[in-house]
């Protein structure tokens, strides 16, 4: 890997017309006047003189440096909006899209709630910036999300606005900006943009060019499909095969009896492989086929409906697989719920009536559903052709006149069934089926056994099993070495269709002697998630951010569209990475608990700092969280793969905790409550090891003073008796829909679990800020063998004897030993010892004055750069050079170091 150049791939957007906005200004940075070495083209994050009471970090702004003076600016004051300064005066670029919000005209996102930037490439050759906001915060969708939440969580998506900036050397910038749209096919479409070029001069900035946007509108692509069955029972009224998938489609699809022209909703149509000719996938929140009301039959008698049905996922409640129910007074309607069972429902002389098969039908797997009403003998549900449930009812059908009939969807909108508060049956979503529908029929007869079982027969499918569950995506099953890689995670196709990101959207870091990977990732918040391996094999262990909690939850995890939440590469060198993840404690309105006069809630800054041997330090730090004294920081969560329950992941002896001298106690989790095996170990008991089924074991360990607390089933899990004696959700990660606790009742949902917390020691800074910090990491090594690691952090050995440079010693927030560079040569100590240990030390030395290579000497002896001497240098918040050094070292004993 190119350790110069964050891997990159332009993304295009939708642009306008630029213009220009001139500030006179005499400020100045000190990379400015540093010299610099060798290059006056480079990047780096910053912070500029602009007061936020605190609530952002020592990189929230970005400086692209052009040439001696000039210099590139985006920066919180204006919401991020660049301006070119090549000398005293600012040349602000005029925004392309109309933006409205709650701030001052140069800031309309007041406190940059959904405004972020990031630098996505920085070379020799070129630097690329990522600017993400949303143009109008005056939308009901932001100011008032709760009483206005319409059902479809993918119009939410659309809320937003991103840019991509590439300069060059001679000064010459390519803006690319695409606008948030509802259409997949829209957003995707490569012409949807306006490309705008313009140079930087010393007098403002000239456009050379501005290409519009505009839309092509072209059918997608034909999908192979299956032979097209055409001997079937006859005389339906109505007949969706679903087969416009082997040509290139539209986003309709034509009703086979009358022809009429029905249309595919939803964000996108997925056009598959059915059981004759193409289905239908439908994606679990937005996709629906309507009927228009007009082209129905007239349902008063017998009837029946067909339809074949593959579950990706069951629904969070009772989602419609044909849907023609008006609030429960009028119509028809065959359903399936979160548990996969099958009701036919219908009002029958004005009742409701209902009948529900007892279990569910498989996932993955084709199923033929019929179901029929018959006057006189009542409603039958049939799967396979064979009989499942069958009710006494009778009386005429009223049918619900002048109402579309839905497929796929359910017209009651509803919350997840398994919720656990109050505040989520607030939020009534659509509730729609995931996974393939094909050849849905209805009768305006009661088809007998016979026929039903000929239809069976006739539509039977080659392949059985069309569907595998998801896979968490961790990124390259085969990647290149230590290094971070910005990217697009791909999870399922539906579950991407409703995002609107660019091609940089997640971070990947891997490790070149281990299949580990750090994933942050959109379906987790963005908080990492330490990954095993990469495929269905892979364990995934996630966290969670600053929480309080009244009656509901204030907390990451209820950022499920990452309004607020982001990720930023910092660093990315062989020596070491560092992310930044920005996050927010809201609850799943997006509010805020206590927000102060300016709108500032519980924001925290997290700078992950990660090593090659897979071991980070987690340092967070915020604003106000002084202010909220109820704030748990932390909580470690066994993330569970579609497919998969928490017993699969990690053994009964499920946590193991140790103290700094390497004594251990097991807590097994085989019954609903975890119990301590033998007596409790003495001393601080800051490292918990989670004791998961695999080579590499995850590890959280704490300062001194940490302690960790055992978590039970809550008396929600009732909710899902004999799932799992572990707890369970399965609104996080993944789940896309407001719900602050959702119980996981299957294994068709990735799902997350707790089994303790550990509380760490917070630091209150002279300033106001709040910090702590924690370490994270997997090994496969035993509990007890990482005494020496936890030593080495905890009781770091002092470094004496020093020339050459400054030093603040060691610093625990990043795990390494930082100095100032003041000679070309450096030299110190460690004084290690069994009690104070050298294991993998960081050297952090600013100042280094260029772009050469260091080299080291340990105990005189020249050390070779390779896997166990590590390398790489870095712009500072000043736009000077410091350099990194990672040393794969274990020593008992005091050790001298040359730096030179």
Known sequence: MNRSTLNHTIFTGLCCLLATTVIRSGTATAADEAGNGSSDFYAYYTRLEYDDHNNTGQYADLIVKIGTNGRFVFCREFSYLPYWQPSATKYFVERLLPVTGDGPPERPDAINRCSHVRLIESSPDRIVVHWRYAPDLNSPHFTDFERTYSGDIGIYFADYAEEYFTV?????????????????????????????????????????????????????????????????????????????????????????????????????????????????????????????????PNVRGDFTIEAWIAPQEYPWNWAGIVDHDRDKRAGY???????????????????????????????????FVTATYRKGKGLAIYLDGVLAASGPATGTVRDAVDL?????????????????????????????????????????????????????????????????????????????GFGATYTRLQFSPEWEGLWRVGDHADIVVTFDDRPNQFVFWRGTGYLPSLVTEPGPKGIWVSDQGPENYTDQCYEHMSDKMCRYSHVRLIENTDARVVVHWRNASVNIGYEWLWPDRDGWGLWTDEYWYIYPDAVSVRYQVSGRMA?????????????????????????????????????????????????????????????????????????????????????????????????????????????????????ATGKDRTSSSCLGTLTGRRHLLKDGRMEAYNIYGLTDLPAAELKTLNRS????????????????????????YVMTKKLERLSFRLNGSEHNPILNPCFVIRAWGGSSPARLKIGGQVQVPGPNFRQGIVRDTDGTETMVIWVRQQSFQPEQYEIY
């Open 627 to 743: 202010e909220y004294p109820d704030t748990q920081s932390q909580q470690n969560e066994l993330v569970n793969q579609p497919g998969t329950r928490p017993e699969d992941n990690v053994f009964p002896e499920s946590i193991i905790i140790a103290n700094t001298d390497g004594e251990t106690e097991v807590w097994d989790y085989s019954s609903s409550r975890p119990v301590r095996k033998a007596a409790p170990i003495p001393g601080e008991k800051n490292l918990v090891y989670l004791n998961l089924r695999s080579r590499y074991k995850h590890f959280n360990i704490g300062q001194i003073g940490s302690s960790w607390e055992p978590y039970s089933q809550w008396e929600s899990m009732q909710l899902a008796p004999g799932f799992s004696h572990y707890n369970a959700w399965s609104h996080y990660p993944v789940g896309l829909l407001p719900s602050d606790g959702t119980v």
């Open 404 to 480: 579309d009939l839905f497929i796929g969807m359910a017209h009651e909108k509803n919350y997840p069934w398994a919720c656990e508060r109050e505040i989520t049956k607030k939020f009534l979503s659509n509730m729609v089926f995931s996974g393939l529908i094909d050849e849905v029929r209805i009768f305006d007869r009661a088809l007998d056994e016979s026929e039903i079982r000929a239809d069976y027969q006739a539509f039977q499918p080659d392949v059985v099993r069309p569907l595998n569950y998801w896979v968490l995506p961790a990124g390259p099953k085969n990647p290149k």
């Open 333 to 367: 309607r065959l359903a399936i719920d979160h548990l996969g069972r099958i009701a036919l429902e219908a009002c029958l002389d004005g009742r409701w009536q209902k009948l529900t098969t007892s279990n569910g039908v498989e996932l993955l797997k084709w199923t």
């Open 793 to 816: 952090w905890n009781f770091a050995p002092a470094i004496v004897d020093v020339n050459g440079c400054l030093t603040s010693g060691y610093d625990q927030r990043q795990r390494a």
């Open 168 to 296: 060059t050397p001679d000064r010459r910038v390519v803006r690319e900006v695409k606008k948030g749209c509802y259409r997949l096919d829209e957003w995707n479409d490569p012409l949807n943009k306006i490309t705008q070029v313009f140079e930087l001069t010393e007098s403002g900035i000239k456009v050379q060019s501005t290409t519009p946007a505009r839309l092509q509108r072209r059918p997608g692509k034909p999908v192979p499909g299956a032979p097209v069955v055409k001997a079937a029972v006859e005389s339906p009224t109505l007949w969706m095969r679903f087969d416009e998938g082997l040509v290139a489609q539209e986003d309709f699809t034509t009703e086979t009896i009358k022809g009429a022209k029905c249309r595919v909703g939803g964000v996108a149509s997925y056009w598959r492989k059915g059981v004759s000719g193409t289905c239908l996938s439908f994606d679990g929140y937005t996709s629906r086929v309507t009927v228009p009301s007009r082209e129905l």
